[in-house]
């Protein structure tokens, strides 16, 4: 997986270089069974996991009742 952070807006510079990064990358570094492409739903599911973020709540019936008061 690349990721390649941004500071500021996101230039068309930008967008060459993050190209020319994933050139390079998927002509000399992947190997043959790097060829999963996940859904966005499942790239965010997974970076949540990675994250320690849920993506629900656990009990829908106390959802909004940690405000603190």
Same mark, same amino acid.
């Given at each position: 997986?690349?990721?390649?952070?941004?500071?500021?807006?996101?230039?068309?510079?930008?967008?060459?270089?993050?190209?020319?990064?994933?050139?390079?990358?998927?002509?000399?570094?992947?190997? $043959?069974?790097?060829?999963?492409?996940?859904?966005? $739903? $499942?790239?965010?599911?997974?970076?949540?996991?990675?994250?320690?973020?849920?993506?629900?709540?656990?009990?829908? !019936?106390? $959802?909004?009742?940690? !405000?603190?008061?």
């Amino acid at each position: 997986m690349l990721i390649d952070l941004k500071r500021d807006k996101l230039t068309h510079q930008d967008l060459g270089q993050m190209q020319m990064y994933f050139n390079y990358f998927d002509r000399y570094v992947k190997t $043959e069974d790097e060829l999963y492409l996940p859904s966005k $739903e $499942e790239l965010k599911r997974q970076l949540e996991e990675a994250a320690g973020i849920t993506g629900h709540c656990e009990n829908p !019936d106390q $959802e909004g009742t940690d !405000d603190v008061r």
